[in-house]
């Protein structure tokens, strides 16, 4: 990869629900500006750039008088889109990362398929219906609409774990060094790591 080659992708969404402008860059060093309306979405999201040295800037005006949901929704929406065309041609990519991560009493396994085709697995349990202004069941839909757009096969599960907060930080922390893990470019593949010849 050349210098001037920084993967990095700017993504802008707008409907009646959610208005949303997502700056990624992949090669980054974990420097995050991210106003989202929700105080702990916006701590989760600081914590996915900081532990995946990935720069993001996300500005995001949803409609919180609802719920949490759209908003929630839609940022996985856009970042999997950002995800998707930072990484471009996955030219010489690990394209699998994976981590048992873990944050207190809580062990997180997150395992990532850069394949092109969407799946997630998703498996755990929560105490609360919600932390902050987050809802609890909103971790599953927020994973479900990255793997979707960014083209991802993703496994998230909790191994252990019982504060609601935890969980969900460790799953962003995971989330993250897994996708760093598998983004990272690695200088024995000089192609794309398929015998497809592509992915
Ligand atoms: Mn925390």
Do not use: W
């Amino acid at each position: 990869m050349a210098v001037s080659e920084i993967r990095q992708a700017t993504v802008k969404r707008k409907t009646s629900e959610t208005d949303i402008a997502l700056f990624l860059r992949i090669d980054g060093s974990g420097e995050a500006e991210v106003d989202t309306g929700i105080g702990f979405f916006d701590h989760m999201l600081k914590s996915f750039a900081k532990h995946g040295l990935f720069d993001l800037k996300l500005k995001v005006t949803g409609d919180l008088i609802v719920d949490c949901h759209h908003t929630i929704e839609d940022v996985g929406i856009v970042l999997g889109e950002a995800i998707k065309e930072a990484i471009g041609d996955k030219m010489s990519i690990r394209r699998y990362g994976d981590i048992i991560l873990p944050m207190d009493e809580t062990l997180i396994m997150c395992a990532i398929d850069l394949s092109g085709r969407p799946y997630l697995g998703f498996e755990s349990t929560f105490t609360a219906d919600s932390v902050g202004y987050f809802d609890t069941q909103m971790v599953k839909e927020f994973f479900y609409a990255i793997s979707y757009s960014a083209g991802m096969n993703l496994h998230i599960r909790k191994i252990a774990g019982e504060n609601d907060h935890h969980i969900i930080e460790g799953m962003f922390k995971a989330f993250a060094k897994a996708l760093d893990e598998a983004t990272v470019k690695d200088t024995r593949i000089k192609t794309i790591l398929s015998t497809k010849g592509s992915l």
